[in-house]
């Protein structure tokens, strides 16, 4: 019977049998079954206990060999059924059903001899060898997926198909497998089309003792498998989730009596412990992985696959197996798998996690998935630490993981959910402490005559003035307000600028609004994108619970606990720079009756940062440094050499200090060396060090010690003596950083160049790490941490003082180092802000946008901030010649950048290139080491954004909606 | 009779001229980022760079901090401002437009419901000054002269000044000058007249205002299907009832609701939240499923 399936001439059998008349299909029918029974009821062991000489099973089976259980079936027997079999199924498959849905002769005469069973049992009989497993499956694919009546309502030809199932459960033969999954999804299409058989499928697989509901547990092993089969898997168990939604009896079996959510769930865990815990990051500008990134990576493809399983079953399933199933997810792969992925010890490790947490939340679409997600950023703790205040405090952090965090953070901006929102900003401004008790109104005021956009546009640095702008950068026109003639979109109504001249109507009113100005024709695009940005949030924040307008929630209900300074008196100072790194450990959450109520005990706010988060920090901070001389204590040596490895491969040329020395990739140039404790570490190669050294600024002479220290130590041969040379190295240092007197130089520099950005942010983080990381038992139990001892003048950064979260504070603070940020990271930044600002809760617009809110003196406003780089660049253009030329030259290279960014890998190289084949003028070419120059252009056009938002707010938001 | 007149789009105004260039900029923005493009705009394509040099000569005058060549962006918010106050109003009777060509000129429609001017539909245009809100109040002209002691007889122009003698920026507002146009026809004041003969008349032989007063109704109703005076796309012109043209916009009003997502439909899906109303805490609404 399978050599029929196996030649594949199923059309023209079917052929054939056209035109003949149902009678004499039953005749042949009828007689080769009569044919059939008689080979097997010879070779029936109950009937007949003859053995024949033993012969090759059966043609098909060539692989096949050893004895069969009841003697072997002489080969001639074996193919004159196959053959019989072969015609029957034929008829069975092109009979039509009979009148009225009843069942045809040829079926009923199937089901009364149980013609399946006892075919069934007679390939039983011989070698059942996956071959044969293959064919059988074959032919009941046939017949489940041709023929012309319902089969599968009949247990006669149920029960056997069930057997045959379960007998093919151990299977490993790929080819079996994949002919099991197209049978089995095959007949998850006939339940879905015709639910009525499920019943049936249940009762079938109680005779048969199997696990009840054999189909659906035979799929569950191919859940993760990738390729088709994995594919036509994870098709056929969807196709029972969405029954499941309508089934009461199928979700109570699929949630309680089988592994389906735990399977699925931890399968996520296991295909994520496959994905590479380091990223080969392409530049420098790279910070999400996108499509043509992870079609890559076979093993980022296949966790994918599973989790957008997850996602649709999530969507179709009844709502007990969703439930169980998110909290699999929950349980089962996001605390124990991705929190800890998420504090690794390496920055490249802990960037690689974000990087793919921040895939995952945009490949999640189902609601109660993201929620999981969700919930787990925001209200799970790692080590006692929110994941999101990890998060947040990362933002920070130079190089790739703090631009890869942002990304995560735009991300999670626009997703529109007030949860997130809340935890990130609302919360913190819901009080309504950062501004003035007076200035509670103005909250929800309306800026009617655009005066904040008006001031934020004021601050447009003299360089960079419309007015200034040669062509073609300078898109100035007149188009704008005089709606006759160039409007693009006027389709040829010439009656209209005729009329136009006409305008005064001969009463003496003149309507014409500066047609006589060139307007900056960018601005209109601004305006543009700002009012689909503003509408579209609009629209999505209309299923939040409140308006956060400053009436509600109500202030005096949500105010912080502890607080003892009555607004409007003056809190003390805190000094402008301090970092926003550390204000996530301390900053207060909102402390609310309710809250308790609702959450159990509240939490007491942790009094350190714990450990993985000071590791970060050390190492983040060493970075900064271009040296780890500092440290006096190395309890990671993952981290040593990996900070080494990681300066040398390339982030010396971005702290500012080219020199001649074109370092080599890290990666050729290290040796991966397995520690003891199962963490790989890079170390680099003697020669990269060298080099290293020499292309340092070197102005630490420690370093230069350390740094010959690490040479002697990876020159020699790496091994089990690593550990004594560690020591020999942590002496060394020891002995150096102890005589190093703590600097407490709180003294304030406005950071205009890179290097001197790093030069203050050092100080300050000097003093914490070495306060926080002394090993003192005192200091480390002291209430408030270590940190707040650096800040000048404030005894602490209490819950008292008003304070805007974490969050915005990173934000503001990365943007007052605008001047040295890279290109795409002030792209990322301006681009969550003016996202932010597009929200339309009046607390965070008037806390963002509105110029006349009177704050707080120790709340820092995007107002205040934009004004202090506006500073910076009138110093900057003052200072140096050639800056407006500088301007220029930027502004055609960002122009050159934008047809082409659509394409991908659009890194500064191509950029150059664009810019040599433009048309003249020829501008100067620029290199993207000049961020200030960057950031100048893009600080222009981000005050015409926000500019642009505020006014389309003070439309957009006001405009009444009929119930 | 049955008129119909189209309900005034409140912020179409300014941007009709922008297309939505598919700038992509950001190759950074993954599928579900609406962030898109920013910043830097290319050059349109069929802009030519303008060479003139600007008539400003001198860069940037920043009187009181204000960038002086986004000052008609100013001004063209602060009047879509006004507009959509004028539409949180719902004033009775009163239709404004804002015209298609300036927004400093606004179309109008008043309906008188009793009274002296009962039955009344007086067309009329306001005319806001171009350094608003810190000019003089706007004037408001009607089509055809009412015959009432506060419109002049000759230009049709209302007395509003009376009422707004100074214009105050954040207190004074357009709605109030429609809200004044419309008291005017239900108490009549006679003091300094802009038509002495109507105010004389109304003191001294009520009865004779009173038929002078239907008469101008009439006139005016009489005109109500005459071309608009001023040749505007969104002048507001009046025509028979038509049951093909009109019984379809009817029953569209009566079932439009105005809201945002109607006027233009974005591909992002709702928000998400799961915070209970009342609450500031994150997922306390009860449907949650359980995490632990």
């Known amino acids: 019977m399978a050599s029929v399936v196996a030649n594949g001439n199923r059309d023209g059998q079917s052929l054939v049998l056209k035109g003949v008349d149902p009678e004499t299909c039953m005749i042949v029918f009828k007689n080769h079954w009569a044919q059939v029974v008689k080979i097997l009821e010879k070779h029936d062991p109950l009937r007949s206990s003859s053995a024949l000489p033993s012969l090759s099973v059966i043609n098909l089976t060539a692989s096949s060999s050893g004895s069969s259980r009841f003697g072997p079936i002489p080969g001639d027997e074996a193919s004159a059924v196959q053959n019989y079999v072969e015609h029957m199924l034929f008829l069975l498959m092109e009979e039509e059903s009979g009148q009225a849905g009843a ?10 001899e149980n013609v399946m069973e006892r075919l069934f049992v007679w390939s039983l009989r011989r070698e059942f060898t996956d071959d044969m497993k293959l064919e059988q499956l074959k032919m009941y694919e046939m017949l489940v997926g041709q023929a012309r009546q319902p089969l599968l309502h009949h247990k006669p030809i149920l029960r056997p198909l069930m057997m045959l199932l379960s007998s093919c459960s151990s299977t490993t033969a790929p080819a079996v497998e994949a002919e099991l999954v197209l049978l089995l999804n095959q007949l998850c299409y006939v339940l879905a089309k015709d639910p009525s058989i499920l ?76 994905l590479p815990t380091k990223l080969d990051v392409p530049n420098e500008e790279w910070h999400c992985l996108h499509k043509e990134d992870w079609l890559q990576m076979p093993s980022l493809i296949q966790f994918l696959n599973s989790l957008e399983f997850c996602n ?26 991705l929190a800890p992925a998420l504090h690794k010890l390496t920055l490249e490790e802990v960037m690689t996690t974000t990087a793919y ?72 401004l819901i009080p309504c402490n950062h501004m003035m008790l007076s200035q509670r109104r103005v909250v929800r005021e309306r800026d009617c005559y655009s005066a904040s956009a008006a001031k934020i546009l004021a601050l447009t640095p003299s360089c960079c003035s419309p007015d200034r702008s040669p062509p073609p950068l300078r898109q100035l026109d007149s188009i704008l307000f005089s709606k006759g003639g160039e409007t693009p979109d006027n389709s040829g109504n010439t009656e209209e600028k005729k009329s136009f001249s006409e305008e005064n109507d001969g009463s003496g009113n003149s309507c014409t609004i500066g047609s006589e100005i060139y307007l900056d024709v960018s601005y209109l695009h601004y305006l543009y994108d700002a009012r689909l940005s503003i509408s579209s949030c609009i629209r999505a924040c209309q299923v939040w619970s409140a308006p956060y307008d400053g009436e509600d929630p109500p202030p005096e209900k949500y105010q912080p606990a502890g607080s003892c300074v009555p607004p409007g008196t003056d ?53 900064v440094k271009g040296s780890y001389i500092e440290e006096n204590d190395f309890q990671d040596d993952v981290m040593v050499y990996d900070l080494i490895a990681k300066k040398d491969s390339g982030d010396v040329e971005r702290t500012g200090k080219p020199s001649g020395s074109q370092t080599e990739e890290t990666k050729p140039g290290s040796a991966e060396v397995p520690l003891k404790n199962g963490l790989n570490l890079t170390v680099p190669s003697p020669a990269m060090v060298d080099n290293s050294s020499n292309s340092l600024d070197a102005k630490a002479n420690g370093q230069t010690d350390c740094n010959a220290n690490l040479q002697n130590t990876t020159a020699v041969e790496l091994g089990d003596d690593l550990l004594a040379q560690y020591e020999e190295l942590i002496r060394t240092l020891d002995h150096e950083a102890g005589g190093k007197p703590v ?140 800056f407006t030329e500088l301007i220029t030259a930027a502004q055609h290279w960002l122009m050159a950048r934008e047809p082409s960014g659509g394409s991908s890998g659009s890194n500064h190289q191509e950029g150059g290139r664009i810019l040599k084949n433009s048309p003249p003028p020829k501008p100067k070419a620029i290199s993207l080491e000049r961020t200030e120059v960057f950031a100048t252009v893009l600080f222009t056009e981000f005050l015409k954004e926000l500019a642009a938002i505020a006014q389309e707010h003070s439309i957009l938001s006001y405009i009444p909606m009929e119930e | 009779t049955h008129s119909t007149w189209s309900l005034p789009c409140a912020t179409g105004l300014l941007l009709r001229s922008t297309e939505q260039s598919g700038h992509g900029e950001q190759r950074a923005s993954p599928a579900r980022m609406p962030f898109g493009r920013k910043q830097l705009p290319p050059i349109p394509k069929n802009a030519a760079p303008i060479t003139k040099p600007s008539p400003l000569g001198t860069p940037m005058q920043s009187a009181n901090g204000t960038h002086a060549s986004y000052g008609p962006f100013y001004l063209e918010y602060s009047l879509l401002a006004e507009f959509t106050l004028v539409i949180k109003q719902k004033l009775p009777g009163i239709y404004v437009q804002p015209s ?111 038929s002078k007063v239907v008469d101008s109704v009439k006139l005016c109703n009489s005109h109500l299907f005459d071309q608009p005076k001023i040749d505007d796309p969104y002048a507001i012109s009046f025509s028979p009832w038509n049951p093909a043209v009109h019984e379809e916009a009817k029953e569209r009003m009566f079932t439009y609701k105005r809201r945002p997502e109607d006027h233009h439909k974005v591909s992002q899906a709702s928000g998400l939240s799961w915070v209970k109303p009342g609450s500031t805490q994150p997922f306390s609404k009860e449907d949650n499923p359980p995490q632990s």
């Open chain 1, 103 to 112: 069942m045809g002769p040829i079926l009923e005469f199937v089901v009364m």
């Open chain 1, 199 to 274: 019943e049936l499928f249940f009762h079938t697989s109680e005779d048969q003792g199997a696990t009840n509901f054999l189909i659906f547990s035979l799929l569950i092993p191919f859940i993760h498998r990738e390729g088709t089969v994995g594919q036509q898997a994870r098709d056929a168990l969807l196709l029972i989730m969405s029954l499941s939604a309508e089934n009461e009896r199928v979700a109570k079996h699929i949630a309680e009596n089988t592994f389906f959510c735990p399977v699925l769930a931890t399968g996520l865990s296991g295909l994520y412990s496959s």
């Open chain 1, 312 to 337: 649709a079953v999530i969507q179709v399933a009844h709502p007990d197996i969703r439930d169980q199933l998110v909290s699999y997810i929950y349980n089962g792969f996001l605390v124990p798998v």
């Open chain 1, 357 to 428: 947490l921040d895939l995952f939340l945009r490949s999640v679409t189902e609601p109660a998935l993201l929620q999981t997600f969700l919930s787990f950023i925001l209200l799970h703790r790692h080590e006692n630490v929110h994941i999101l205040d990890t998060l947040v405090s990362r933002i920070n952090t130079p190089f790739q993981l703090g631009i890869v965090s942002l990304a995560l953070f735009r991300t999670l901006i626009g997703l529109y959910c007030e949860d997130v929102m809340l935890q990130l900003v609302l919360r913190y």
């Open chain 1, 571 to 623: 809190p003390l100072p805190v000094n402008q720079l301090e970092l926003e790194w550390d204000d996530s450990y301390d900053a207060c959450p909102v402390q609310t009756a309710d809250a308790s109520a609702e959450r159990g005990p509240p939490q007491p706010p942790p009094a350190e940062p714990p450990k993985h988060i000071q590791e970060m920090r050390r190492t983040a901070r060493m970075l």
């Open chain 1, 743 to 882: 600097k407490a130089d709180g003294e304030v520099k406005k950071p205009i160049t890179p290097v001197e950005v790093v030069v203050v942010e050092e100080d300050e983080m000097d003093f914490a790490s070495f306060s926080a990381e002394t090993p003192e038992p005192e200091k480390l139990h002291s209430p408030f941490g270590t940190i707040n001892r650096f800040r000048s003048g404030s005894a602490t950064k209490n819950n008292s003082l008003p304070f805007t979260g974490p969050f915005i504070s990173v934000l503001l603070s990365r943007l007052e180092n605008m001047l040295s940020n890279s290109l795409h990271v002030n792209l990322l930044l301006t681009g969550i802000l003016a996202q932010l600002a597009a929200y339309p809760q009046p607390l965070l617009r008037s806390f963002l946008l509105n110029t006349n809110l009177v704050f707080q003196p120790t709340v820092r406003s995007l107002y205040q901030v934009l004004a202090i780089v506006k500073n910076q660049i009138e110093e900057l253009a003052a200072s140096k010649k050639d």
């Open chain 2, 100 to 210: 298609h060509k300036s927004a400093l000129m606004w179309f109008g429609v008043i309906f008188i419901r009793h009274g002296l001017y009962q039955d009344g539909v007086f067309k009329f245009t306001v005319y806001i000054p171009d350094n608003y809100p810190d000019g003089e109040c706007p004037k408001l002209v009607f089509d055809i002269p009412v015959f009432h002691p506060l419109v002049d007889p000759v230009s049709g122009e209302l007395d509003v000044r009376r009422a707004f003698t100074k214009w105050r920026r954040n207190h004074n507002h357009i709605w109030q000058v429609l809200m004044y146009a419309r008291t005017v026809f239900y108490k009549i004041n006679t003091t300094d007249p802009l038509n002495p003969e109507a105010a004389v008349l109304y003191e001294k032989d009520v009865q004779l205002f009173k």
